[in-house]
């Protein structure tokens, strides 16, 4: 049942924490928003890879002037480079990361990707991280994000599996020690969980989402139109 609840414009839990960890001015900024899977894959690389940043929490639906001035359709994650004069941008997570990737080899020498000795191991990574993106763009359906989100390299992917779709939906991960092991471990990992906020938070926004309201989301209203998705 569709209990009107809305979607939270700033993080809680854990992640509410990190963001007041980061709220001084850095040569990074991050613009977020606190339910989204994409800003998260991108806040967790920033966390591994030890960069300074500091996160801007925007409201989704009313983007502000400075998000767009970064992203033509306000759409999170987005980058605000400010060791530019003027600052520079930078959007899309898989693009950002990359970049993230570069700025890591010389700076914190930390890195996503398997060592350069391994071009291959780090093509794979490469790939399976591409294929997360269009799969998240063909499996919406009704308003809620299906499919995509087993992804293996997107971290709130499996977060969203393992709360949001099985309160909506009834869906299960499919279980088995070798997976078990590794799902946990990923949970536990500090960069992971210091960017997770609580349970409640995910489950009140994506409330919208599972019941299909109208104007919940560009993509939405295309399926809901039989327009292409924007």
Not at 82 to 109: C, F, H, M
Not at 140 to 155: A, L, P, S, T
Not at 164 to 177: A, S, T
Request: charged share 25%.
């Amino acid at each position: 049942m569709d209990t009107g609840k809305s979607y939270h414009k700033q993080a809680t839990g854990a992640a509410l924490e990190t963001v007041q960890q980061h709220a001084t001015d850095q040569d990074i900024t991050l613009f977020a928003g606190c339910f989204c899977p994409f800003v998260q894959r991108v806040w967790v690389a920033l966390e591994y890879l030890e960069i300074p940043y500091k996160v801007y929490e925007v409201d989704p639906y009313k983007k502000p002037q400075e998000l767009l001035e970064l992203s033509s359709k306000g759409l999170v994650p987005a980058l605000r480079l400010n060791g530019y004069v003027p600052p520079r941008a930078l959007n899309e997570s898989t693009v950002i990361l990359e970049y993230l990737e570069d700025l890591a080899s010389t700076s914190t020498k930390r890195s996503l990707l398997p060592p350069l000795s391994d071009p291959y191991a780090r093509a794979l990574v490469r790939l399976q991280s591409d294929h997360a993106n269009p799969c998240r763009r063909r499996s919406w359906r009704n308003g809620v994000m299906e499919g995509g989100v087993y992804d293996i390299h997107d971290c709130q992917g499996y977060s969203e599996a393992t709360n949001v779709l099985k309160h909506y939906r009834g869906l299960e991960l499919p279980r088995g020690p070798k997976f078990d092991g590794w799902l946990n471990r990923l949970f536990q990992h500090p960069a992971f969980k210091c960017t997770c906020s609580t349970e409640e938070l995910y489950l009140d926004s994506y409330e919208r989402y599972a019941f299909n309201r109208p104007n919940t989301s560009q993509v939405a209203n295309a399926i809901n139109t039989g327009r292409g998705l924007p």
